[in-house]
């Protein structure tokens, strides 16, 4: 009998944590025996509309895909169920009001991470004292998860009067860009600085070069939680650089190969597929660095 | 064959391009069907209408990095009046073309008036349409608008299992006025005269000053349109829509033949600059084996093959 | 109204770099005014230490790609390709050092993979390679600058990508973070590296013949060609050099953040370098050029930015006060401005007259 | 000769009033001053000759004239109306049509459309929005034929010769009915057939009452066209005369404010006496498919080699091929015996040969690099980039050029951009003589250059040659041509027809063209 062609539409390479989500799909995949038709879109909700379309061309038995973003995506989907194809979100929904249009949707909530990372806060909070003054890194101004960690965390941080945002820039989740930003941060506040939320791992990273080279100390001067939890976090948070991490895992692959199993097996799958997602204080970090996969 | 050394580019485009699509068609089954080329035209309407506009920008010398951020802000602007201000489309649409245009000839009255180069003038209004869009909403606005979605959803039946969009249409139309507008009208001229040489166009008393305006108001009417074609075919307003047309643009009229240092050039091969790359990632797509960088690096690749076979094309028939 | 000091007044107008000065001056004092404690340089660990040292810092890697850049540009080019140039040399410098770190029982060490002076050359050749390819499209082939870069542009950030495997190559070999973080004689170590090259273009230009053929090249090809001039290889050296400055711009840049990201290294430089040369008073269409000026109009540029970060501008108006500044700071370098200004301040005054 | 108060009235012309009357003009261009206190009256019905050494101020008068400089200050009146163009496109709205004196056409364009444009032909249909290119092409073609230039009209101007391209100009200021037409220069490389057609189209306008403005460095020409004359020097107004009752002497007294000696310093005879050393350059079955036919061609040390041929004789394409600017399909060039490769200008300028070009604007002067730039440029590019020649050397150099050329500048560091049409040509040409080549290749060295520059770059020319440098000289001046050659090769239809003796007439060289018709 024939493979399964599972058309699969990525929004790019444009960090590890997407390397790693795109790596885990391809081994899954090539275990699974599942014939994967994988497109790369560059950042490009045009470009991933084009890709759909040319999985209908070529007639796939099911589409999955990480939307660039949450918005505009009726008119393919449209035209993706009128061919009798079932699809598949990873990794971030989207806001079609006619949900049947989607079979299911698998991935992290960022709204979630944000709102742990507020969560492990509000509890430190309790062993500071005075103002908390926490600087934000933000993603790259618009993207999803930026929005969404962002409104999570200050949905929870709201409950805690003393924890004050005096910051907040973007740093576009890359390394440099964190560095240079929290180098501006120190200037201009210095020392007033308590707590460092990012946005993800490398924006924490490159800052906390830069709070080093300003003579400081990372989470003994300086507080730092970021998103993530790619391996470079861990190896930080050994060097007893970096607090906490909130876990956003990019293995789909299983889960979604599963998933398009049952489809054609003819299951129904659930609306909502959860990923199992922890968050990592520095204290686990050495234990758990071992077995982690990115 | 005699065929006039002009048109060498033109005729090269073309027939590169046929012979890619026949490279696809046999390589790729489901690739050779009349939807798939149609949706060529269906997905890059948007990039049509706004790269038209570039052409006559480039053709007179000069170039417009703003396109990509105006369609955006378009977009963003339409999404916003459409959907939280509930304006209606026949008001609304006007004034976002009405926007574009107005932005496009305050950067082509800036470039003319103070002698400024156009490449940061434009640089500029890239940053600030962008930044404008974030000033409305940084998160997507989706449309929900019934007509709106419904016109975006019209397809029409050009024979059986082939359709195409509105904004297709209207993209070839644009293209149609384009032309007429490049080869057979004063302005079309002037612009192609300017491209020339600016100076000699002035001395043989041609209206320099008002063509470099309306070229960049024409650019930026186009890349309104543009807009608002893409919120057709998006159905959502977004500051990050869009990111890096210009250069798509720039490229297209490139590879249809035009010449950058102006005056040279068709509106007709832009058309087929668009469709060329389109068929480029199209035939990626179909491939589907590719990883993100490989995407990447055979996208430069094709771009090579098809720029360095243009050229000894020409040189060959020279 | 001539007053003995009007010409020295209006040599110093006249100046090449006296509006890119006036608007660099102009933005340090609106950072200045906005965020006391700008111009404080502490005395820290053995080298000067405050904003201005990290603006400095910043700017070296765009000094040194503008620079290239300027000379593509003096030769009617231009060269978009420059940021995967810099993500290329990053990787490459990143990935023959490398390093990795080690657990044995708990305590954690540092090796490095290759010597780090060949990774350095190594760097440095796939850079100026780069340039080379895309001086041969140029000159041999005959491609239009822009196209024949955009070639490498999309390309090259792939061969990053592939390079490193999309990943993010952290670098753990301590010396290699000099070149970025070091600190000479109490100033970064970058800024000596930009000013190098700089002396050493400037140089060039100057005490040997290049600089004049590499104008009559940008202003008439045809004529310059005809009166002897290599052109074609010109302008391929002119394409390598580019490449060579954006490799070393890729090295200091993966250097200060101890890693290299195939991705976002050197994301959108190209704009900004080419912002740098026109401010720094360098017509786009070739010919004169001013490498002092480039100089200075990288640092605008990165003042500027720092400017933005360290005023507490929200992100969502980043872009507005950029485009802002730039609308602002080409008008005042516009000579027809200016004198359209002047005849607005003036005609009131002036009486019936033909002028 | 008598000079006309312009103050008083004199003669009938002054009875009625000017079509256009400028009046106390003056111009400056930062410390040069331009045009100082200038008058100009011009009439209907007449042709008016604007006179002057280069760099005397005709074009800027002309330019001030239409708009494209603004006058510091003075006025113009047009039929007693003051008025104050502000373009060229301003100027011809008030019937002022002008050929200006570097070709300044758009040379991607279609010859058609360069004649025609802003004012293309219209179709009914669609409101008159659409241009009738038929109509237009015929029109074109009709116009050319007047100036007897038979080509394809559809062919980008670019593909001819800057002396078609100049044909073209004229062709377009001749089309724009305007009471007032001025040509600057025009005939500066049209040989005497195509001067000829000229002036009987222009003799026709003027019959029809249309007031012409004609600048030429040609004196036989002025006085066959024109009836008045205004003499220019150093931006001043010398005087407005009758041409009839100003003889050449007097003229060009009143252009350079003293006699000239009209003797070349050194001829072709001076030379007989020298032994006829051996051919340095020889070229046998020298080809390149459309653009010269088979040729053979030698040339001695010494040798000054004239080059006859009518317009589009092939005359500049063989020069491109010697100087390898274009690569040869067929045949071989020895230099002394050995076999060479001219694949390129740079070897050609290594290999000792030069080249000063025909179209001064495209492929001469660099205009934003200075005049000391410009002239050092040939040399130093032989040497390449290193060494290099010191500023102090450079301008040594080009001090000696502006002396030796008569080279009209403030200063050697100025754009050479900003200097006359004449003092650009002269410029180009020092450039080459800079690089003291073998052989120096002249295509039309002395277009737009004044009687008296002309003199000194011949005297300086000859001189070379008297000291070995052959010249291989090419004139649309066949009066010229024949003057100064030792030898004549003439050329036809992109091939050589015959070679003719030094001392030979010019009608000689045309009766040998004619044969081989
Ligand atoms: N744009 C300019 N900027 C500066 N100086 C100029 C400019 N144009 C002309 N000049 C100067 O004005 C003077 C007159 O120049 P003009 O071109 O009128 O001379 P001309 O009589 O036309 O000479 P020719 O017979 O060589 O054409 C020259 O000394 C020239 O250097
Ligand atoms: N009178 C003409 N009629 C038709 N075509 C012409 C004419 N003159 C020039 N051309 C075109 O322009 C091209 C270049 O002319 P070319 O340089 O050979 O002329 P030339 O011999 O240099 O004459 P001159 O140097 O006197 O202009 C010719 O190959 C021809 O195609
Ligand atoms: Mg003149
Ligand atoms: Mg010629």
Redesign the interface.
């Given at each position: 009998e024939k493979k399964i062609v599972l058309?699969f539409s990525?929004i790019?390479?444009e960090s590890e944590w997407r390397?790693a989500n795109?790596n885990s799909i391809?081994e899954t995949a090539a275990k699974e025996g599942i014939d994967?038709?994988?497109?790369?879109a560059?950042?490009?909700?045009?470009?991933q509309?084009?890709?759909l379309?040319?999985f209908i061309?070529?007639?796939v038995d099911v589409i999955a895909f990480a939307p660039?973003?949450?918005?505009?995506w009726?008119?393919v989907l449209?035209e993706i169920k009128a061919a009798k194809i079932p699809v598949i979100l990873t990794d971030r929904s989207v806001?079609s009001?006619d949900t049947s249009l989607y079979v299911t949707f698998m991935g992290s909530d960022f709204t979630e991470e944000g709102r742990k990372a507020g969560r492990w806060l509000v509890e430190k909070a309790k062993t500071m004292k005075g103002d908390i003054n926490v600087v934000e890194l933000q993603g790259?101004?618009?993207?999803g998860p930026a929005?969404d960690r962002k409104k999570g965390f200050e949905e929870i941080i709201k409950a805690e009067p003393r924890i004050k945002i005096i910051r907040s820039q973007t740093g576009d989740f890359t390394r440099a860009k964190g560095k240079e930003v929290m180098e501006a941060f120190l200037k201009a506040e210095g020392k007033k600085i308590n707590v460092l939320y990012a946005h993800n791992d490398d924006m924490a990273i490159g800052a906390i070069q830069a709070i080093e080279e300003a003579g400081l100390k990372p989470s003994k001067d300086i507080t730092i939680i970021s998103v993530d939890a790619v391996k470079g976090a861990f190896e930080a948070m050994m060097a007893g650089k970096l607090d906490v991490t909130v876990e956003c895992s990019p293995l789909l692959g299983p889960q979604l190969m599963s998933a398009v199993k049952d489809l054609m097996a003819g299951k129904t799958l659930p609306r909502r597929i959860v990923t199992v997602e922890g968050i990592f204080p520095m204290e686990v970090a050495a234990k758990e660095f071992p077995n982690r996969k990115y | 064959m005699k065929l006039?050394a002009?048109y060498l580019p033109l005729v090269a485009t073309v027939s590169l391009f046929v012979a890619m699509a026949t490279f696809g068609s046999v390589s790729?089954?489901?690739?050779f069907?009349a939807?798939?080329f149609l949706?060529l035209l269906i997905?890059n309407a948007f990039l049509v209408i706004v790269a038209v506009g570039m052409t006559f920008v480039i053709l007179t010398g000069g170039i417009d990095l703003s396109v990509g951020s105006v369609v955006a802000l378009s977009t963003m602007v339409l999404a916003e009046l459409v959907e939280h201000q509930h304006w209606n489309l026949g008001l609304a649409i006007p004034l976002v073309l009405l926007m574009g245009t107005g932005l496009g000839a305050f950067m082509g009255w800036?470039i003319q008036?103070?002698?400024?180069?156009p490449?940061?003038?434009t640089?500029?209004?890239?940053?600030?349409a962008?930044?404008?869009?974030?000033?409305i909403s940084?998160?997507?606005?989706?449309?929900?608008d019934e007509t709106y979605?419904a016109l975006?959803?019209t397809r029409v039946p050009l024979w059986p299992d082939a359709a195409v969009s509105l904004s297709a249409i209207l993209a070839v139309l644009v293209l149609l006025a384009a032309i007429?507008m490049a080869h057979?009208?004063?302005f079309g001229?002037?612009v192609?005269?300017i491209?020339?040489?600016e100076?000699?166009?002035?001395?043989?008393?041609?209206?320099v000053a008002r063509t470099t305006v309306l070229v960049y108001s024409l650019s930026g009417f186009c890349s309104a349109l543009g807009g608002v074609v893409?919120t057709f075919?998006?159905?959502?307003g977004?500051?990050?829509?869009?990111?890096?047309l210009e250069?798509d643009a720039?490229?297209a009229v490139?590879?249809g033949g035009t010449?950058?240092?102006g005056?040279?050039g068709y509106v007709v091969g832009t058309l087929f600059g668009v469709l060329a790359l389109?068929l480029i990632?199209?035939l990626?797509?179909?491939d589907?084996?590719?990883?993100?960088?490989?995407?990447?690096?055979?996208?430069?690749?094709l771009?090579?093959v098809f720029?360095?076979l243009q050229?000894l094309f020409e040189?060959r028939k020279k | 109204m001539s007053t003995s000091s009007e010409p020295l007044f209006k040599r110093l107008l006249s100046h090449s770099l006296f509006w890119p000065l006036v608007t660099l001056a102009l933005i340090l004092v609106v950072n200045a005014s906005l965020n006391q404690g700008f111009w404080v340089l502490q005395w820290r660990d053995g080298h000067l230490y405050g904003s201005l040292i990290d603006i400095l810092n910043r700017s070296a890697p765009l000094m040194l790609v503008a620079l290239g850049m300027t000379l593509v540009i003096a030769t009617r080019g231009i060269d978009?390709s420059v940021g995967a140039v810099v993500a290329i040399s990053a990787s490459v410098a990143a990935l023959m050092i490398g390093g990795t770190l080690v657990i044995n029982n708990g305590v954690p060490t540092h090796v490095s993979r290759f010597p780090m002076p060949l990774a350095i050359v190594c760097a440095l050749l796939v850079a100026l390679f780069c340039g080379l390819w895309n001086g041969l499209?140029v000159a041999k082939?005959?491609?239009?600058?822009?196209?024949?870069t955009?070639?490498?542009?999309?390309?090259?950030?792939?061969?990053?990508?592939?390079a490193t495997g999309?990943q993010i190559v952290t670098v753990y070999y301590a010396p290699y973070f000099y070149i970025g973080n070091g600190f000479l004689w109490g100033l970064p170590f970058a800024l000596f590296i930009a000013g190098g090259t700089f002396l050493a273009v400037h140089l060039l230009v100057t005490r040997t013949a290049l600089g004049m053929f590499i104008q009559a090249i940008g202003i008439n090809p045809a004529a310059a060609r005809l009166a002897g001039v290599r052109e074609r290889l010109i302008t391929v050296c002119v394409y390598a050099f580019c490449g060579l400055t954006a490799g070393i711009a890729g090295l200091i840049i993966s250097s200060n953040v101890k890693s290299a990201d195939?991705n976002n290294a050197g994301n959108l430089m190209e704009?900004d370098a080419?912002?740098a040369v026109?401010l720094g008073g360098t017509?786009?269409?070739g010919g004169r050029f001013n490498l002092a000026g480039t100089m200075v109009g990288a640092l605008i540029i990165q003042t500027l930015t720092s400017t933005i970060y360290s005023i507490g501008v929200p992100?969502?108006?980043?872009?507005?006060?950029?485009?802002?500044v730039?609308?602002v700071v080409?008008?005042l370098q516009?000579?027809?401005?200016r004198r359209?200004v002047h005849g607005w301040v003036v005609r009131p005054a002036a009486t019936g007259g033909a002028v | 000769m008598s000079k006309t108060d312009i103050t008083k009235p004199a003669s009938g012309r002054d009875q009625n009033t000017p079509v256009l009357e400028l009046s106390g003009i003056n111009k400056q261009f930062g410390a040069v001053q331009a045009l100082q206190n200038v008058k100009l009256r011009l009439f209907a019905g007449e042709i008016h000759a604007l006179m002057g050494q280069n760099g005397a101020g005709k074009s800027t008068l002309i330019k001030v004239l239409t708009g494209?400089y603004p006058a510091d200050s003075g006025e113009i009146r047009l039929r007693g109306q003051p008025i104050r163009p502000t373009?060229?496109?301003h100027?011809?709205h008030l019937g002022i049509s002008?050929v200006?004196q570097e070709v300044?056409?758009?040379?991607?364009?279609s010859v058609a459309?360069?004649i025609f444009?802003?004012r293309?032909p219209r179709h009914g249909a669609l409101q008159g929005?659409?241009?009738d290119w038929a109509r237009m092409q015929q029109e074109a073609k009709a116009l050319l034929q007047r100036l007897n230039l038979d080509i394809d009209v559809?062919q980008?101007l670019s593909s001819f010769s800057v002396a078609v391209q100049q044909m073209v100009a004229i062709a377009?200021g001749l089309s724009i009915s305007a009471q007032v037409l001025i040509l600057d220069e025009p005939t500066s490389s049209l040989d005497d057939d195509e001067v000829e057609r000229l002036f009987v189209v222009l003799r026709q306008l003027r019959d029809q009452g249309m007031a012409i403005v004609f600048v030429t460095h040609f004196l036989g020409q002025m006085y066959a066209l024109c009836d008045h004359i205004t003499v220019l020097r150093n931006g001043e107004l010398v005087g407005e005369y009758p041409a009839s009752e100003l003889g050449q002497g007097a003229l060009i007294a009143a252009m350079i404010g003293r006699e000239l000696d009209a003797s070349l310093g050194a001829t072709p005879a001076d030379q007989a006496g020298t032994a006829p050393a051996a051919d340095w350059l020889t070229t046998r079955g020298l080809a390149r498919a459309g653009s010269v036919k088979p040729m053979d061609l030698s040339v001695r040390p010494g040798e000054v080699v004239g080059i006859g041929g009518l317009l589009g004789s092939g005359r500049t394409e063989l020069a491109r091929l010697l100087f390898g600017l274009d690569r040869s399909d067929a045949g071989e060039i020895t230099l002394s015996g050995q076999t060479v490769h001219m694949d390129s200008p740079s070897t050609a300028i290594k290999l000792g040969l030069g080249l000063c070009p025909e179209d001064r604007k495209a492929e001469g002067i660099i205009a934003e690099l200075s005049v000391r730039e410009n002239i050092a440029l040939a040399l130093q590019a032989r040497q390449g980039l290193w060494p290099f020649i010191s500023r102090a050397r450079q301008t040594e150099m080009a001090q000696h050029y502006v002396k030796a050329l008569g080279i009209k500048t403030s200063d050697v560091d100025t754009p050479i951009g900003q200097l006359s049409g004449g003092n650009q040509q002269k410029a180009v040409l020092a450039r080459w003589l800079a690089t003291q080549p073998k052989l120096l290749i002249l295509d039309e060295p002395t277009r737009g250059i004044d009687i008296a520059a002309k003199q000194e770059i011949m005297n300086e020319i000859l001189t070379l040659a008297k000291q070995g440098m052959a010249v291989l000289f090419i004139s649309s001046e066949m009066s010229e041509v024949v003057r100064v050659a030792d030898r004549i090769v003439v050329m036809r239809d992109h091939a050589k027809v015959g070679e003719l003796p030094a001392g030979s007439s010019d009608h000689a060289v045309y009766a040998l063209i004619a044969e081989h018709a």
């Open positions: 058309g990525q790019g390479a390397t795109t391809k994967l038709k994988f497109s790369d560059q950042q490009k909700q045009e470009n509309i084009k890709a379309r040319s061309a070529q007639k660039v973003v949450e918005s505009g009726d008119t449209k806001d009001k790259t101004v618009g993207s929005i | 006039n002009k790729y089954n489901g690739f069907s939807q798939v949706n997905d800036l008036r103070f002698r400024l180069q490449f940061i003038v640089l500029a209004g890239m940053f600030l962008r930044g404008l869009c974030y000033v940084i998160d997507s606005i989706s449309i929900t979605t975006a959803q007429f057979a009208t004063e001229r002037t192609y005269a491209g020339g040489s100076q000699s166009a002035m001395l043989m008393g041609l209206p893409f075919y998006m159905l959502s977004y500051g990050l829509h869009a990111i890096g250069l720039i490229a490139v590879i010449l950058l240092s005056g040279v389109g990632q199209t990626i797509m179909f589907g084996s590719l990883s993100s960088w490989w995407t990447r690096i055979v996208i430069g690749a771009l090579l720029c360095v050229r040189v | 978009i499209l082939i005959g491609l239009q600058p822009i196209i024949a955009l070639i490498l542009m999309v390309a090259g950030r792939g061969i990053a990508q592939l999309g195939g704009l080419i912002l026109t017509l786009l269409s992100p969502e108006i980043n872009l507005v006060v950029k485009a802002v730039v609308f080409m008008l516009s000579a027809e401005f359209t | 494209v373009s060229t496109l100027a011809q002008t200006y300044n056409l758009c040379t991607n364009l459309e360069n444009a802003g293309y929005w659409s241009i559809t980008p377009r």
